[in-house]
């Protein structure tokens, strides 16, 4: 298998009782768009959210509004930033508030006038690091920082900020699959080609981004980018917040357990240990490459430890290691 180097949380757009406003056409075609994005997170009640829709449609466009049950996730592309935020005040408390200038000059001009490319990858990713590193082998990534995972208003607006006629998305978890299908059709009904890859790691995404090729027939490429995504057994090693029952017994505030397949297979009290058994557990059905991708809080030596245990231990099984920057468990583990 081939290898590559290299916020805005928000409720299900899934859920039962959730709302999803239809946005806008965006301004890709035409000069000189709106200078801002903004971006909050808004407790309000349904029908204030409906006047709010009006005022930020006639204030700019590709609006978003996503949520429902009093909680909404905002989105919209304006000229008047606090024009758009006072309408969230108006309509009730807008929090998280992020505003982003698209650049001077003629940015907006270079920005409208590109043409869409063919195909895309859009991924959503646990840690600044591994979005890096997927940008570097050429995807659209969304930020999910721990225990904030993304709305299906920011995966619509990552696909279409890919700008391409088709796209490939990869969730990387399995509690994003029904936010991002329903993100994915939203994407469709605005004429853009959308494959859901349902990979419920990161490590499954960097074994699909890896097999990627664009210029080959779209069908032909998701298909492999699937197989070589289940063809990645995923593990993770992360730290007990508190007492709970597991699969593998009752564990402790405190103790590291290590999750197969997402499912909690080891209890220990040390991290490298930890580790190394579900290296082998997972190892034992045979592998011919492990990567793995550290938190920047994993001990320093782990890494090097890890690798020479693999070396050692499990003949020609090659070993790829990445550092994913704050992804919220300490280590993530794929085996091809």
Known sequence: METFTGETPGPPATDPHARVEHPTACADGEEGGPAFEVIYLLEAEDTAVARLRERLDALGDS???VGGDGLWNVHVHVDDAGAAVEAGVEAGRPYRIRITHFGAGDAHTT?????RVQ???VAVVPGEGLAALYGEAGATT???RPGEPPAGGELVEAVRRAHAREVVLLPNDAELRHTAAAAAEQARTEGIRVALIPTRSAVQGIAALAVHEADRRFD??????TSAAGATRHAEVTVAERQAWTTAGICQEGDVLGLIDGDVAVIGTDVETTARTVL?????AGGELVTLVLDDTAPDTLADHLEHHVRESHLAVDTVTYRGGNQGAL??????
């Open 280 to 284: 082998d557990r997972m190892l034992a």
């Open 331 to 336: 280590l993530l583990i794929g085996v091809e």
């Open 220 to 225: 032909e490429d998701v298909v492999a980018m």
């Open 119 to 121: 195909r895309a990858v």
């Open 142 to 144: 969304v930020l999910a």
């Open 63 to 65: 609006l978003v509004v």
């Open 111 to 115: 920005r409208a006038v590109r043409e």
